[in-house]
């Protein structure tokens, strides 16, 4: 089974705080995903990377920056927090040729 | 991407059939639909995806409509474990990263 893994199920920090959010997965696949998922708005894409050191921005990117220096990990990272960043973050990943994403059980954040 | 339209919410008697209905009337030619579920605290899970004929795999049935501006997503036998989101997604074959997610339909199984 694909196992998509998340560092942390909840957290909480200040604003103005820099934010690291981890994705591993352990199934070799090329294409990891960061999402956001609030009430109403549905899940919206924030950056994916189609390979190491790749990377392109999604529809909200605004905010946040992503890395992806080995092919399993792939970070989100809030340079300085803000309470409108409070959200459920997902992360998935996808192996190439292949039709669906593989999602982490979420990071919910929440920014005071 | 083709938008879709689902309702926002419906019930299913357990051990009956749960019929998911999505509407994507700007569908084009080289897009499938793909759809979703998402369990209470859990990320979203894939359950099947079709183009034009209707799919069928363990998890559920796929119709998809001839002239492909809806579909339904049937559960054969509902139970409470199938209560979630589930979320209809339409995607372009060479936009092949992109999904977008809607605010899909909550079903309730209820006992």
């Known amino acids: 089974d694909v196992k998509v893994t998340q560092s942390s199920r909840y957290l909480v920090k200040r604003t103005g705080e820099k934010v690291f959010l981890e994705c591993v997965q352990d199934m070799d696949h090329e294409n990891m995903f960061w999402y956001r998922q609030d009430p109403g708005l549905g899940l919206r894409l924030i950056y994916f990377?189609?390979?190491?050191?790749?990377?392109e921005k999604g529809d909200i990117p605004e905010g946040y920056s992503v890395s992806r220096e080995k092919k399993e990990r792939f970070s989100l990272i809030l340079e300085s927090a803000s309470t409108n960043q409070t959200s459920m973050y997902l992360c998935?990943?996808?192996?190439?040729?292949?039709?669906?994403?593989?999602f982490g059980p979420g990071t919910r954040l929440t920014v005071t | 991407d083709a938008k879709t339209t689902q309702p926002p919410s419906m019930d299913c008697a357990e051990g009956r059939a749960a019929n998911l209905p999505c509407n994507h009337s700007?569908?084009?030619?080289?897009?499938?639909v793909y759809w979703y579920r998402q369990i209470h605290s859990q990320g979203p899970q894939y359950i099947i995806h079709g183009l034009k004929n209707n799919e069928t795999n363990e998890m559920a049935s796929l119709i998809i409509t001839e002239d492909r501006k809806s579909s339904t997503l049937i559960l054969p036998h509902a139970t409470l474990r199938d209560t979630a989101v589930y979320y209809c997604?339409?995607?372009?074959?060479?936009?092949?990263?992109?999904?977008?997610f809607g605010s899909g339909t909550k079903l309730n199984v209820k006992p």
């Open positions: 990377s189609y390979d190491v050191k790749m990377k």
């Open positions: 998935a990943s996808r192996g190439q040729g292949i039709y669906e994403q593989y």
């Open positions: 700007t569908i084009s030619g080289n897009e499938y």
């Open positions: 997604i339409v995607r372009v074959e060479y936009n092949f990263n992109k999904f977008y």
